[in-house]
């Protein structure tokens, strides 16, 4: 029989304990000794030769130890399933003598861990740390890991200066301060901020002579990073030549505006020094609006200048100006506000402005510039969709060849949709082809656009006994003008056959206190039901008609326009009667005139062929006896100024469109949506009723406010029209 | 037959024709035994009104109510304290049940007042007297036009802008259409002269539901004749009665004196002037005639205003009426006057003065705004022998306030009549409260 013979040096040792922590994401820290490891090593757990990686091993001399013990090593492993199916243990690949390790049951946690490491390596644990500083961010970062790494930064770094100035940009941070011990250029960085997080600061040095021998002031653009806010930041970490230095946060230090650090930005480049890489960046973060209007004070010949900026509320912004830029200088024009943005110069209209070329003939700087003879130096333009946000300035942005971004600051006013656009009418020059530009490119599509809210009741006076349930009632729509009450009321009162009618009368808030007593009063007098509507959000009497019209519940609803006037009684025991005898599929509008008995309507009629169809107001100017004496007939729409239809087709239809600044194109554009409800307009010449609109606009704004009407009009409908029979 | 004649002042207190016109014609239905007949008037500020009511005495004769209204919109002719109307108007009609009610204005009262009979009387005759344009025209009912001296023939909202550029032609339209509305609710109207009445049917009220009637006058006894010096005196005593309003034209009279050559004036004419409020009228008129009264000298006599129940007296020192106005005049009660006492008028060839006096027969025309003209007229009057003998007798009696008011009560059944409804009972006069 042969002997066995079991050499010693296949002993298996007993495994030794070791201590470890935990790091997220699969992987733990071990800590012990041996005699001997190479840097790098295949780790496996529990000795599943499928669950193994690579790793780095850092190792400090133990002097005082024995041989078997004298490297003492940390590494990173995987960590162990958590059912601890295996044995806990650890098998790292030496190569020719695995060296097996049993974890120690509980794992300790990250502080304690790294205290003993400072206890076991001693003198070296700056060094390890370092390695593993190193190990831990060369892999895929997890909290776990970052925190383990500040925590190890925190007791490691030593003091490398102080930030005493940070403000926030878009694309980064702001940080000014002091420092001995980075250089000018990229310095790759961690912020510690509850978390830890990388980033790059591009930043320039400049002397200062408050600081110590080899310290100087640093100011710079931290980027790459995670965080929104300086006010987060509690220190930053970097890696000087000799090991790892942190830049604390001087706690009286300041926090500037967003707006205010261009200017700084400007001042370190004028004191300070930065490769040009850097110098670059930071020139461009400089050129950031700062609330200054920069674009006055260039050098290069181009200047621009405001007249009015309104917000439309809810809808955009609207800006009329002129940019002088005779050498054509000026690439992209921007408006900005926080984040929004909108390029101008792809969508303004530009308008002549003699007024500016004569302002700049002058002017030394700009006369050889005026050879070019260009006028058209105005611009007005409509932004949609960019809002301002409260606090957040508004300005344009230039970008002038040879200069960068100029700058100039807004200050807007702000108004309702209607009014503003209304505004701009009256700013045109009616003669010129600008103005018909502007209507049709920037005002009726901003109309269009504008979501203007609903009108709506906010108070209602019954005086009388009101029956809002009645099958007919009359629903009166006054606007902000003053309406001769007394009249109206004596002759809707001397009509027997509209005297008992239940009436609804809706005004503006802000005419209500005028007109609510004298209501009352005539109404009491008259012996007439009202009930007076109180109404919010009135631009004219369309409005107030509408929300005439839902604060009642008649079937059937006359509505009577506040600038029409009864001429002849029976007007509307008349007009319901034609109605009716449509079955009450219709809506049953009068000849209309003007105060001088002509013709202001007389039906709307479809003319022309195919994309030269249009509905148009046939008669009107004619003289009444034009008419004759024709008998009740389907026209192509209504005229809602005075008309008799059911509620429930005015509430389908849903009411009157806000997208017009003319009730009459409202008026056609409610009768046309009826008619392709099946509910087709009928013209009754038999009654006549005065609509008299008093000349507020001057002639000249009145045509521009036509033309956007139509614009807006047909672009909704004449593809529709075209198609229409009749 | 029971009536209420409503005007727009009661002659205690205002002296205007129109005021006296309705009160002689409620005097003139006084008269009538058959005829129980109410005067309503209305006063306003600076009386006092009493708190709770509209209606006050102040101790008129029985019969007569006044009617304090003072919240009055002059554009619209409307009274705003319709409250008052139901409380105080309507219930005197109420209690008075008057067969007709006669309007001889709505000043003041307002023409919601009409509306109120025909709400409370469906079957009451209601008639409106017109004494001027105030219905047509905004500018004191005169249809001349603001700013530079011009008659209008026509009014319109854009015309009427014209005149008042502050008020908008949607204004005036509502204007118009609203004391059209309420007119048509009476059921017939009358007017002292054809003229007027034309105008108000060129405006728009049915041609067939007028009437002319004069206005009667209640005059006691004829002046006689200006007692002449000598048998070579020569009827040259001109007098002017009126106010001295540009309208007036007294002016025009003044510079026609002066134009009469001193041969054929002589040492015996004088142009009386009867007549007040010079000092409202606008500087420039002032200036002009102060300027024109110094170039005339001695020729004309400031007499100053006078008051209505003086003209018996005046009229006895004058022996030729001149009516220079230079706007339309309806018809001033002081050609009736004139003519009451046979004195013949030189008038304008205008409006309502050219209907009332008929040229070569009671009197002569001259063009209206021509001192030349006038002044011709003048010289024919002093030197043209037998005109004014011939003019006189040319001359017909004007109306009395009784005759006037009989005219009006057989227009009054005719029109019930008409309607087909029963004649009203003879109502002897009887207390208000029954």
């Not at chain 1, 790294?114 to 001693?122: I, N, P, R, V, Y």
Request: aromatic share 8%.
């Amino acid at each position: 029989m042969n002997e066995v013979i079991i050499p010693e040096r296949t002993m298996i040792s007993p495994a030794p304990t070791v201590a470890w922590t935990p790091l997220g994401e699969n992987a733990i820290l071990v800590m012990s000794a041996c005699d001997a490891l190479p840097g790098k090593v295949p780790v496996a757990v529990d000795g599943n030769p499928r669950n193994r990686v690579e790793t780095m091993a850092l190792t400090w001399r133990r002097p005082q130890a024995d041989a078997a013990h004298a490297t003492g090593f940390l590494c990173l492993a995987p960590a162990p399933s958590p059912d601890r199916a295996g044995s806990g243990a650890i098998l790292l690949g030496r190569p020719g003598r695995p060296l097996r390790l049993i974890l120690a049951p509980k794992p300790m946690p990250l502080q304690a861990f790294l205290a003993a490491l400072a206890d076991e390596a001693g003198q070296a644990f700056p060094t390890v740390v370092d390695g593993l500083l190193e190990v831990l961010l060369s892999g895929k970062s997890n909290p776990r890991r970052l925190r383990a790494v500040g925590m190890l930064l925190q007791s490691v770094a030593k003091p490398g200066g102080f930030v005493e100035v940070m403000g926030p940009l878009e694309e980064g941070i702001f940080l000014q301060g002091w420092t001995s011990n980075f250089a000018a250029g990229r310095t790759k960085l961690l912020i510690a901020h509850g978390g830890l997080s990388p980033a790059v600061l591009e930043a320039g040095t400049f002397e200062r002579d408050d600081l110590g021998e080899g310290a100087c002031g640093f100011f710079g653009l931290l980027e790459e990073c995670a965080i929104r806010h300086p006010s987060e930041i509690e220190r930053l970490f970097f890696r000087a030549n000799d090991g790892w230095r942190a830049l604390e946060v001087y706690d009286r230090h300041v926090l500037l505006e967003q707006i205010t650090v261009p200017g700084h930005l400007r001042d370190g480049l004028q004191r300070g020094t930065a490769p040009p890489a850097t110098t670059e960046k930071l020139k461009q973060a400089s050129q950031r609006f700062d609330g200054r209007d920069t674009i006055s004070f260039l050098e290069q010949p181009v200047r621009a200048g405001i007249d009015d900026a309104t917000i439309v509320e809810g809808t955009g912004v609207l800006i009329i100006g002129w940019l002088f830029d005779p050498e054509r200088l000026t690439g992209n024009v921007t408006l900005r506000s926080g984040t929004q943005s909108c390029a101008l110069d792809k969508s303004w209209t530009r308008a002549v402005r003699p007024d500016v070329t004569a302002a700049f003939a002058e002017d030394p700087r700009f006369g050889p510039a005026m050879a070019s003879r260009r006028n058209s130096h105005g611009f007005i333009v409509f932004a949609p969709k960019l809002l301002p946000e409260p606090g957040q300035p508004l300005y344009l942005e230039f970008e002038v060849e040879g200069h960068g971004p100029a700058f100039l600051p807004l200050a807007p006013g702000r108004n309702p949709a209607r009014r503003a656009l209304e505004r701009v009418f009256g700013l045109l020059d009616p003669r010129s082809s600008t103005a018909t530009a502007v209507v049709e490119k920037q005002i009726a599509p901003a109309l269009q656009s504008a979501e203007i809210p609903p009108p709506k009741a906010i108070e209602t006076h019954d005086i009388g006994r009101f029956n809002a349930d009645a099958a007919l009632g009359l629903v009166i729509g006054l606007d902000q003008r003053q309406r001769e009450l007394s009249s109206l009321f004596a002759l809707l009162a001397i009509d027997p056959e509209v005297r008992p009618l239940p009436i609804v009368v809706a005004a503006p808030g802000e005419s209500f206190d005028r007109l609510g007593a004298e209501a009352r009063r005539l109404a009491k007098f008259y012996g007439l039901q009202v009930r007076l509507v109180l109404v919010e959000g009135v631009e004219d009497s369309c409005d107030a008609l509408e929300a005439g019209v839902r604060a009642c519940r008649f079937q059937t609803v006359a509505l009577l326009s506040g600038a029409a006037q009864i001429r002849m009684p029976g007007w509307l025991g008349r007009l319901e009667r034609a109605y009716r005898g449509r079955g009450g599929q219709c809506v049953a509008s009068p000849t209309l005139l003007f105060e001088d008995n002509s013709i202001r309507w007389a039906g709307a009629w479809l003319e022309g062929e195919g994309a030269n169809r249009r509905v148009y107001n046939r008669f009107v100017g004619y003289p009444l006896d034009a008419i004759g004496s024709l008998g009740p007939m389907e026209v192509a729409a209504g005229a809602t100024e005075c008309c008799v239809m059911s509620r429930n087709a005015f509430l389908e239809a849903d009411g009157f469109s806000r997208s017009y600044f003319t009730p009459s194109e409202k008026g056609l554009d409610l009768c046309l949506k009826l008619r392709m409800n099946g509910v087709p307009s009928l013209w009754v010449p038999e009654v006549e009723i005065y609509v008299v609109e008093d000349g507020e606009t001057r002639p000249h704004v009145g045509t521009l406010i036509n033309l956007a009407d139509r614009t807006s009009f047909d672009r909704r409908w004449a593809l529709a029209i075209s198609n229409m029979r009749g | 037959m029971r009536i209420l004649v409503v005007s727009h002042g009661h002659p205690s207190f205002s002296l205007g024709g129109a005021e006296i016109a309705s009160y002689n014609l409620h005097k003139g239905f006084r008269a009538n035994s058959e005829v129980d007949t109410h005067y309503l008037a209305r006063v306003g500020a600076p009386t006092p009104r009493h708190a709770g009511t509209a209606l006050m005495s102040l101790r008129q004769r029985g019969g007569e109510l006044l009617y304090y209204a003072e919240e009055y919109d002059h554009f619209l002719l409307s009274n705003r304290a319709t409250d008052e109307i139901e409380r105080d108007f309507v219930r005197v009609l109420r209690d008075l049940k008057p067969d007709v009610v006669h309007f001889h204005h709505f000043i003041g009262l307002g023409l919601e007042c009409i509306f109120a009979v025909r709400d409370t009387l469906p079957d009451a005759l209601i008639v409106v007297t017109f004494h001027e344009y105030l219905s047509i025209c905004h500018h004191h009912g005169q249809m001349v036009k603001t700013g530079a001296f011009k008659l209008c023939y026509r009014a319109s909202p854009s015309d009427c802008n014209a005149c008042f550029p502050d008020i908008s032609p949607s204004r005036f339209l509502a204007r118009e259409t609203f004391i059209k509305g309420i007119l048509n609710l009476a059921d017939h109207f009358v007017s002292p002269s054809r003229f007027l009445a034309e105008r108000y049917q060129q405006w728009g009220l049915a041609a067939e539901r007028f009437s002319v009637i004069e206005n009667g006058i209640d005059v006691a006894e004829v002046a006689p004749p200006r007692p002449l010096p000598d048998t070579e005196g020569r009827r040259s005593r001109f007098a002017y009665f009126g106010q001295l309003t540009p309208y007036k034209g007294a002016d025009m009279l003044i510079d026609a004196v002066t134009r009469i050559p001193e041969q054929i004036w002589g040492e015996d004419s004088v142009l009386l002037v009867y007549g007040g409020n010079l000092d409202r009228q606008p500087e420039a008129y002032k200036k002009k005639f102060a300027d024109l009264v110094e170039a005339a000298g001695r020729r004309v006599r400031f007499c100053g205003a006078f008051q209505n129940h003086e003209m018996p007296n005046l009229m006895r020192s004058v022996d030729w009426m001149v009516m220079p106005s230079v706007w339309w005049e309806n018809s001033p009660v002081v050609i009736q006057e004139a003519f009451f006492h046979g004195r013949p008028i030189l008038a304008s060839n205008l409006g309502g003065m050219a209907e009332k006096i008929t040229d070569e027969v009671d009197g002569l025309h001259f063009r209206s705004g021509s001192p030349e003209d006038l002044a011709d007229c003048m010289t024919r009057a002093l030197s043209e022998p037998g005109l004014w003998e011939r003019l006189r007798a040319g001359i017909r009696k004007p109306l009395s306030h009784v005759d006037c008011a009989n005219q009006h009560l057989a227009l009054y059944q005719r029109l019930i009549a008409e309607r087909g409804m029963p004649a009203p009972a003879n109502r002897a006069a009887a207390p208000m409260i029954a």
